[in-house]
């Protein structure tokens, strides 16, 4: 009786916070058919909005991806002054407003920052415009990649890599070979993750964007510029986009767990040896 | 290929990990080094290997000084404490490692991985995931993947001290025949005073840092030079400033000019071994080792009081 009421209690809880909205929003989006949906999405600016998120994600997420990675092997592997400084670092993102990272890039790099003067004396604009919304974005997602890989680096030890390094791997080839594939999961974890922040971006980049419609809207931007103006149908269907694509980068993630869940079964059971082979292939 | 150490100092911070040690490892021979956690010796074997630089001194592989060349550049198979295996990668995978970082032909890889499989007893076992291998077995492979690339020198570190007692008896001996068929120069690290003595023919004790002896079993045995090294291989009594081994306290039945008289705390029967806890009239314990047959010849049970003799015996400055 208990679980049951503890069931009810949790799912109860998800429908209010998270089935009811975005179950509305599938509803009200497909009110009137598929037919306004369709021209609601295609209007040119709801797919360069839906591009300029595309491309912010493009941008961000391998930069990300390759400094976690980076930031992670320096923060388990090496022994320097400033490690625990760099280890603080990386949770800024999480730990500081979007809206405030957004006013400190304009502060460095707009009109009158540190920057922002001299890069415009070379032609150069950085808010208002992608590059500013590329830097919000990425700040934002920064921490996912490294936060995820430093427990599994920590976990793998130094002694598979000094064993390569014994059978004579240089250090690129023990990296590729050995540490990449080691904590793979992690990284592929992290890049989901930083991919999921990246696309529901809203805060920093909402600064540093000056919202021109057709120009510097990503998505999220988008849907709040058609609710208030009252084109609830193009917010409706560019919610549904973006949502779509937030729930397919969840699907992923999901898929992965469960590759994963297989992967260190067939670690216990010998007679799946080859389907596991198949999934490191 | 010789292994040869000469004059090495190396510091953790204020602790001195090793301090001045000189080592020559004979080409071919199977060394090992003994010493209690914490006396240096897994140390020592790293420097030999590159993955830790001494502070000063030399390491040399077959005459050549590889103080300052990298790991993968000194000829030498490691096998580490925990098999430090690919868990990413197959069995063969592992064992092919060294072979496909040199670029060899594809049927030399596999003919020399099936060779090695075979000299370990894992040929079955080739398309398994180190996760499915038990403790043993892991092992294997990882000492098969360093021998892949035919190592100048083999390291063992601890290598059996993760398994259970009757896994690391049976690895011993089966290293032991290894290197009858392999003649790698083999130098392993052990705490294990009997695995130690029970697969080498040369042992180096270490304690704090430093190299305490080298010499064979009997040698450290007999002729142990320091109190350290008396204490730490094989067993012994502490009487009074004296050191005197078990089998040197013997049980008389009667009592003579040197002997002394001893109550009988505790009677061991260990098979063919009997072991007498004793207590001595002036205070101090100490253990006796006897055969079966004479401890049934003296009727010993505990609470008598006997003659003892204490044989040999040595004072250490």
Same mark, same amino acid.
């Given at each position: 009786?208990? $679980?049951?009421?503890?069931?009810?209690?949790?799912?109860?809880?998800?429908? /209010?916070?998270?089935?009811?909205?975005?179950?509305?929003? @599938?509803?009200?989006?497909?009110?009137?058919?598929?037919?306004? =949906?369709?021209?609601?999405?295609?209007?040119?600016?709801?797919?360069?909005?839906?591009? %300029?998120?595309?491309?912010?994600?493009?941008?961000?997420?391998?930069?990300?991806?390759?400094?976690?990675?980076?930031?992670?092997?320096?923060?388990?592997?090496?022994?320097?002054?400033?490690?625990?400084?760099?280890?603080?670092?990386?949770? =800024? &993102?999480?730990?500081?407003?979007?809206?405030?990272?957004?006013?400190?890039?304009?502060?460095?790099?707009?009109?009158?920052?540190?920057?922002?003067?001299?890069?415009?004396?070379?032609?150069?604009?950085?808010?208002?415009?992608?590059?500013?919304?590329?830097?919000?974005?990425? @700040?934002?997602?920064?921490?996912?990649?490294?936060?995820?890989?430093?427990?599994?680096?920590?976990?793998?030890?130094?002694?598979?890599?000094?064993?390569?390094?014994?059978?004579?791997?240089? &250090?690129?080839?023990?990296?590729?070979?050995?540490?990449? &594939?080691?904590? $793979?999961?992690?990284?592929?974890?992290?890049?989901?993750?930083?991919?999921?922040?990246?696309?529901?971006?809203?805060?920093?980049?909402?600064?540093?964007?000056?919202?021109?419609?057709?120009?510097? +809207?990503?998505?999220?931007?988008?849907?709040?510029?058609? @609710?208030?103006?009252?084109?609830?149908?193009?917010?409706?269907?560019?919610?549904?986009?973006?949502?779509?694509?937030?729930?397919?980068?969840?699907?992923?993630?999901?898929?992965?767990?469960?590759? !994963? !869940?297989? $992967?260190?079964?067939?670690?216990?059971?010998?007679?799946?040896?080859?389907?596991?082979?198949? /999934?490191?292939? | 290929?010789?292994? +040869?150490?000469?004059?090495?100092?190396?510091?953790?911070?204020?602790?001195?990990?090793?301090?001045?040690?000189?080592?020559? =490892?004979?080409?071919?021979?199977?060394?090992?080094?003994?010493?209690?956690?914490?006396?240096?010796?897994?140390?020592?074997?790293?420097?030999?290997?590159?993955?830790? #630089?001494?502070?000063?001194? !030399?390491? %040399?592989?077959?005459?050549?000084?590889?103080?300052?060349?990298?790991?993968?550049?000194?000829?030498?198979?490691?096998?580490?404490?925990?098999?430090?295996?690919?868990?990413?990668?197959?069995?063969?995978?592992?064992?092919? @490692?060294?072979?496909?970082?040199?670029?060899?032909?594809? &049927?030399?890889?596999?003919?020399?991985?099936?060779?090695?499989?075979?000299?370990?007893?894992?040929?079955?076992?080739?398309?398994?995931?180190?996760?499915?291998?038990?403790?043993? #077995?892991?092992?294997?492979?990882?000492?098969?993947?360093?021998?892949?690339?035919?190592?100048?020198?083999?390291?063992?570190? *601890?290598?059996?001290?993760?398994?259970?007692?009757?896994?690391?008896? *049976?690895?011993?001996?089966?290293? !032991?025949?290894?290197?009858?068929?392999?003649?790698?120069?083999?130098?392993?690290?052990?705490?294990? #005073?009997?695995?130690?003595?029970?697969?080498?023919?040369?042992?180096? /004790?270490?304690?704090?840092?430093?190299?305490?002896?080298?010499?064979?079993?009997?040698?450290?045995? +007999?002729?142990?030079?320091?109190?350290?090294?008396?204490?730490?291989?094989?067993?012994?009594?502490?009487?009074? *400033?004296?050191?005197?081994?078990?089998?040197?306290?013997?049980?008389?039945?009667?009592?003579?000019?040197?002997?002394?008289?001893?109550?009988?705390?505790?009677?061991?029967?260990?098979?063919? +071994?009997?072991?007498?806890?004793?207590?001595?009239?002036?205070?101090?314990?100490?253990?006796?080792?006897?055969?079966?047959?004479?401890?049934? *010849?003296?009727?010993?049970?505990?609470? #008598?009081?006997?003659?003892?003799?204490?044989?040999?015996?040595? =004072?250490?400055?």
């Amino acid at each position: 009786m208990r $679980r049951l009421g503890l069931r009810t209690v949790a799912l109860g809880y998800l429908l /209010v916070l998270l089935l009811a909205p975005v179950g509305v929003i @599938f509803w009200r989006t497909f009110e009137h058919g598929v037919g306004p =949906v369709w021209s609601a999405i295609t209007a040119p600016d709801a797919m360069h909005a839906f591009w %300029l998120s595309l491309t912010l994600v493009a941008v961000a997420v391998p930069l990300n991806t390759l400094f976690g990675i980076a930031a992670a092997i320096a923060i388990v592997r090496h022994r320097f002054p400033g490690r625990w400084l760099l280890s603080g670092l990386i949770d =800024v &993102p999480f730990a500081i407003s979007p809206v405030v990272i957004g006013l400190a890039l304009v502060l460095v790099y707009g009109h009158g920052g540190w920057l922002g003067d001299w890069l415009a004396g070379h032609g150069i604009r950085i808010i208002f415009s992608t590059p500013g919304m590329v830097l919000a974005t990425a @700040f934002v997602s920064l921490p996912f990649v490294a936060r995820e890989t430093v427990p599994v680096l920590r976990e793998l030890g130094t002694d598979p890599e000094q064993a390569a390094a014994t059978l004579g791997a240089s &250090p690129a080839q023990t990296f590729w070979r050995i540490t990449l &594939p080691a904590i $793979r999961w992690a990284v592929i974890y992290g890049v989901v993750l930083t991919t999921a922040r990246a696309l529901g971006e809203f805060g920093a980049v909402s600064v540093v964007s000056g919202k021109v419609a057709g120009q510097t +809207e990503t998505l999220p931007l988008f849907v709040q510029d058609q @609710f208030e103006n009252y084109n609830t149908a193009g917010a409706y269907a560019a919610a549904l986009v973006l949502a779509t694509l937030a729930i397919l980068t969840l699907v992923a993630m999901n898929l992965l767990a469960r590759l !994963r !869940r297989g $992967r260190s079964a067939t670690d216990a059971t010998p007679t799946r040896a080859t389907s596991t082979r198949a /999934v490191t292939a | 290929m010789a292994i +040869e150490v000469h004059d090495v100092h190396k510091r953790f911070g204020d602790f001195a990990a090793l301090s001045d040690i000189c080592l020559r =490892v004979e080409p071919g021979s199977l060394g090992a080094v003994l010493g209690p956690s914490g006396s240096g010796k897994s140390t020592l074997l790293r420097v030999i290997a590159g993955l830790e #630089q001494p502070d000063s001194g !030399r390491v %040399l592989i077959g005459g050549r000084d590889v103080t300052r060349e990298p790991p993968q550049r000194r000829g030498v198979g490691f096998v580490f404490q925990h098999y430090a295996a690919f868990k990413h990668m197959t069995v063969r995978d592992n064992v092919a @490692f060294a072979l496909r970082i040199r670029r060899r032909a594809k &049927p030399e890889v596999l003919a020399r991985v099936d060779e090695l499989l075979a000299l370990v007893r894992l040929e079955g076992l080739a398309d398994r995931y180190p996760g499915q291998l038990s403790g043993g #077995q892991r092992q294997r492979m990882a000492l098969a993947r360093a021998l892949a690339a035919e190592p100048q020198v083999l390291l063992l570190d *601890e290598p059996f001290g993760a398994l259970d007692a009757r896994v690391r008896a *049976e690895l011993r001996e089966w290293l !032991r025949r290894l290197h009858d068929e392999v003649h790698v120069t083999t130098l392993f690290v052990t705490h294990d #005073q009997q695995e130690a003595m029970e697969i080498s023919e040369q042992v180096v /004790v270490m304690n704090e840092g430093g190299v305490e002896q080298v010499g064979t079993p009997r040698e450290l045995y +007999e002729h142990p030079r320091t109190e350290f090294v008396m204490s730490f291989v094989g067993e012994v009594n502490r009487v009074g *400033e004296r050191f005197v081994r078990p089998h040197e306290v013997q049980l008389l039945p009667q009592s003579d000019a040197g002997s002394r008289e001893g109550f009988i705390d505790r009677v061991l029967h260990l098979g063919f +071994e009997v072991r007498v806890g004793l207590t001595l009239d002036d205070g101090d314990q100490v253990w006796s080792q006897t055969t079966r047959e004479r401890a049934d *010849e003296l009727e010993l049970e505990v609470g #008598q009081i006997v003659p003892v003799r204490l044989g040999g015996g040595r =004072v250490f400055a």
